[in-house]
């Protein structure tokens, strides 16, 4: 404290740097955060996360404690497993490296990320034994303040086939228990987890003889249970069907055994296709996929308590038609890369690429969406759907492509982010907010720059959502991150307590120790996001001192 006093009396910067040094060395720093810009108003220069001069790809999020988030992806020569925290303006806290890989590992899988109430986070993801130098599966835990608190492994092949073990989730259970699923070579493993030792309590296989059940989506239920959804199929080109099955905490199958209840009785899902599917807040799932001839996208809600498919035996069609009339000509019209989100007003939204077939060589591109109400009846246009981003050919090479992102909630409202690219690598990221009857309430570019934009994780915080993205320009991906307010401004909102760095709702002491402990360079003390932690942001922390209004 007599050096904060000294300091006062004189602002001498030997004073300061010396009280910056000894909090800094204070202080548990995880990893070295490798942008501090906070999220950006521009859409021409959104926040880079990770920009290094090797691949970073593959973000996902969850929530961290005082509005953070958190946020894993792959990154370095071996594609290194990390996890980040991010505070609620967009400015990283700590970076811990959890897992790094040998640079034999060239490729990668997808792999799960969560977080529970007390701010620890799981990550279930592929690796290689050090030792034996087999493949494994393995799940890690960092806390809040970015430790490692423990790793285990969860499976260990019988040789280094990495890629044999893949569609990595991970999910939180009612009961605080962690449970994590993964293929293994044509089945999945689902494995319960002790969140505070890491210990396996129990694994099951999703088998069944003379076909192949691959790994698609985890979810939590009810009474510590969790809904795991498989893409089941007998020969490479069989019908592939979406079947989901619910393991009770103990182990046991709730119903449908091994196997499951189908999803829907016919239709076939595009070969590689694993789609994921999320909760409905009551121990059941909405389940979202596309079928190949026609091209459609389909939803189906299961009821947790008893397996029921309960919009019908082949689920619901976003839109019933399948044609339409592109710039003068009826030709094939196609559904796919279907978003879900469930509303405040317990109604499902579901956002998807609409196209032409090609028309002289010419595609129609657009965005589409319906809403479905709790008994599986379309609100928006049942044989069209609706338009949130209208069609448009590639003729003029104006619309090479439009691919939608992630879902969002946007307070009490639902949108989507979505690309439309002018090019195969210059897209324009876009956010669009729907009205209750299906008109756009508003579109906002969050991410204009001349990038490829892929792999979109959402997350909801106090003012809208918070977006993250894998983007290149044709040479190394980066991940980017943005934030998407309710009212479509992008960035940090003007009226937020800045100064409040550590979100407890006063500007205090430990905002002061942040700011000395940052002093000189960019953190999450630079208020005025001038690149520097200096005078002008001690200056708008005393201005502020006390109850963030």
């Known amino acids: 404290m007599s050096a904060y006093l000294q300091f006062m009396k004189s602002p001498n910067l030997n004073v300061l740097s010396i009280f910056a040094s000894s909090v800094m060395l204070a202080m548990v720093v995880a990893g070295t955060a490798s942008a501090q810009t906070g999220y950006s108003s521009n859409s021409a220069t959104p926040d880079a996360l990770v920009a290094t001069a090797n691949d970073d790809v593959q973000p996902k999020m969850a929530p961290a404690p ?52 007390s701010g620890n986070t799981y990550l279930a993801y592929n690796a290689l034994d050090p030792v034996s130098g087999l493949a494994q599966f393995r799940m890690s835990s960092v806390d809040s303040s970015g430790v490692i608190r423990w790793s285990t492994p969860l499976y260990t092949a019988a040789d ?64 510590g249970a969790v809904l795991v959804s498989t893409v089941r199929y007998t020969t490479t080109y069989s019908n592939k069907i979406l079947r989901v099955c619910k393991i009770n905490s103990d182990g046991t199958y709730a119903w449908g055994g091994a196997a499951g209840f189908a999803a829907a009785s016919a239709g076939n899902i595009q070969t590689g296709n694993f789609p994921d599917f999320i909760s409905d807040g009551a121990g059941g799932g909405y389940l979202p996929w596309y079928t190949t001839n026609p091209l459609n996208c389909r939803v189906q809600h299961v009821d947790g308590s008893t397996g029921a498919m309960t919009f019908g035996v082949d689920g619901v069609l976003v839109a019933t038609s399948t ?31 609409a196209y032409s077939a090609a028309i002289a060589g010419v595609v129609w591109y657009g965005i589409g969406a319906q809403c479905f109400d709790s008994a599986g009846v379309a609100q928006w246009d049942a044989a069209n759907g609706v338009m949130v981003e209208d069609y448009s050919s590639s003729s003029a090479g ?62 909801q915080n106090s003012t809208g959502s918070i977006l993250a993205w894998q983007a290149n320009s044709g040479g190394s991906n980066d991940i980017f991150a943005g934030r998407i307010n309710s009212d479509g401004t992008i960035g940090n909102p003007v009226t937020a307590c ?25 953190g999450s003390a630079d208020l005025n996001n001038d690149g520097t932690v200096d005078g002008q942001d001690l200056a708008t922390l005393l201005g502020a001192w006390g109850p963030c209004p």
């Open 66 to 117: 005082n509005g953070d988030k958190y946020i894993s992806f792959f990154s370095d020569i071996g594609y290194d497993v990390n996890i980040m925290r991010v505070d609620a303006t967009g400015h990283v806290v700590w970076t811990t490296l959890v897992e790094d890989h040998p640079s034999t590992m060239t490729s990668t899988v997808d792999y799960g990320m969560s977080s529970d109430s």
């Open 323 to 353: 044609t339409g009339t592109f710039g003068g000509t009826t030709t094939t019209a196609s559904r796919t890369n279907p978003v879900v989100v469930l509303g405040s007003d317990n109604r499902l939204y579901v956002y998807y690429k």
């Open 398 to 459: 104006s619309v090479y492509d439009r691919i939608p992102g992630a879902a969002m909630k946007l307070d009490t409202g639902v949108g989507v982010s979505y690309v439309n690219y002018a090019s195969a690598i210059v897209g324009n990221a876009i956010a669009a907010r729907m009205n209750t009857d299906g008109t756009v309430a508003w579109k906002s570019s969050f991410a204009s720059d001349s990038t490829q934009k892929y792999r979109f994780a959402a997350s």
């Open 498 to 522: 800045v100064a409040d760095i550590n979100h407890d709702g006063e500007v205090n002491g430990a905002d002061l120790a942040s700011v000395l402990g940052q002093w000189g360079t960019a």
């Open 160 to 223: 280094n086939c990495y890629a044999c073990l893949g569609n990595g989730r991970c999910v939180v259970a009612s009961d605080g228990y962690v449970w994590a699923a993964h293929g293994v070579g044509f089945d999945s493993s689902v494995t319960r987890v002790n969140p505070t030792t890491g210990a396996v309590v129990s694994t099951i296989y999703i088998t069944e003889a003379s076909a192949k059940h691959m790994t698609a989506g985890l979810q939590p239920s009810t009474d």
